[in-house]
């Protein structure tokens, strides 16, 4: 009954866009921190992207994302968003979101999407 699934992987050209989503199911996601992780094959997972809870007031990227992507969130759809744009090809990952909740506990994690920046 709680749930997140991400969504909005793909193939795409360098240059290219994706808008990917985080939605949650059973429970309320305003309440929660969300991030962006990726995972490329035989790489560790690293962070990508961080937005507060609530009324989305602090926003943080991992160096290699800035000024090309964007996370968001519409507390109306229960959902997180991030705007990858300019894509490039070592962008190529699966990409996770987190949500974590003020008082603590375990996180939650989705499943991940593919996103596979190609020519």
């Known amino acids: 009954q709680v749930q997140l699934v991400e969504s909005g992987g793909g193939l795409v050209q360098p240059g290219g866009s994706l808008r990917l989503s985080c939605a949650a199911s059973?429970?309320?996601?305003?309440?929660?921190?969300v991030s962006w992780y990726r995972q490329a094959p035989g790489k560790e997972r690293e962070f990508v992207a961080f937005?507060?809870?609530?009324?989305?007031?602090?926003?943080n990227y991992a160096d290699s994302v800035k000024g090309r992507f964007t996370i968001s969130r519409d507390n109306a759809k229960n959902t997180v968003y991030l705007q990858m744009n300019s894509l490039k090809p070592e962008d190529t990952a699966v990409y996770y979101c987190?949500?974590?909740?003020?008082?603590?506990?375990?996180?939650?994690w989705g499943q991940g999407t593919q996103v596979t920046v190609s020519s």
């Open positions: 987190k949500a974590t909740h003020p008082a603590g506990g375990s996180d939650r």
């Open positions: 937005i507060s809870n609530f009324d989305s007031s602090t926003t």
């Open positions: 059973g429970f309320f996601l305003s309440i929660f921190a």
